[in-house]
């Protein structure tokens, strides 16, 4: 059954892990899709899976001039869109300590202001009725060694959502977060990390999730999806996709 014929979609951070689970998903389902990516090697990677049913262009979301450039393609291309997936982010372990203004504006600069001028471009091209997530972070909420920035960036992020959906209620446009925790994704969401300290981020996400496992893109891409278009009641709200970790659950 094609579920989402007809539908055209837009996926910031697209080209690998979380997006690209969510882009096949709506691929496989009928919809078209543009999915931006930062890195040229994913970019051409993704082209290469996803073949001619997706449009896969190279994006940088902490470049103003590159959202400009998206909107222009996504109106071109498209003209009326469906459903936005912003899911570009960075994540860097740095103690506070060793945060310079460089690292700090960076994780802001594609978390945050990307994020929002991303929205502010596309916005218009939206169906009413249609309908934009964002993807945070369980550590948008407490407070992690080493992701002071992150966190504050995601959680800043999750304040916007809160206003895009009411400014977007006029419109019909549902606004909401999928907060994901440990995800087996080719970078584990943070950047920089060695084989080593990979594997060992790995063994302590699985020590901590009251599930004792990571979960998967498809997974999240199903909390996606379900928010676009199943969940018609529901905007401004966040769901975690985390095991259990963000609910402090207690495991004997």
Request: charged share 20%; net charge negative.
């Amino acid at each position: 059954m094609k579920g989402y014929e007809g539908k055209k979609a837009v996926i910031t951070g697209g080209t690998h892990g979380m997006g690209m689970a969510v882009a096949k998903s709506l691929l496989a389902g009928g919809a078209e899709v543009i999915l931006t990516g930062r890195n040229l090697k994913n970019v051409e990677d993704a082209r290469r899976v996803l073949g001619e049913q997706a449009y896969v262009i190279q994006s940088d979301v902490s470049l103003l001039e590159d959202i400009d450039t998206l909107g222009a393609y996504v109106a071109e291309r498209f003209g009326k869109i469906d459903f936005v997936h912003i899911n570009a982010g960075i994540a860097t372990l740095e103690p506070f300590t060793e945060v310079t203004e460089s690292s700090y504006d960076k994780t802001f600069d594609v978390n945050t202001k990307g994020a929002f001028f991303t929205v502010q471009r596309l916005a218009p091209f939206i169906r009413e009725g249609g309908s934009i997530i964002l993807t945070s972070s369980v550590a948008d909420e407490g407070g992690t060694p080493g992701m002071s920035v992150y966190g504050a960036s995601k959680a800043a992020l999750r304040s916007l959502a809160s206003g895009f959906a009411a400014e977007l209620l006029p419109r019909g446009i549902r606004v909401n977060v999928v907060s994901p925790g440990f995800i087996n994704t080719p970078t584990m969401g943070v950047a920089g990390f060695s084989e080593s300290e990979r594997a060992a981020f790995e063994k302590l996400g699985d020590q901590i999730t009251p599930m004792k496992r990571h979960g998967s893109p498809e997974e999240v891409a199903k909390a996606v999806l379900f928010l676009a278009f199943e969940a018609t009641y529901t905007t401004g709200a966040k769901l975690t996709v985390d095991g259990g970790l963000g609910q402090r659950l207690s495991v004997e």
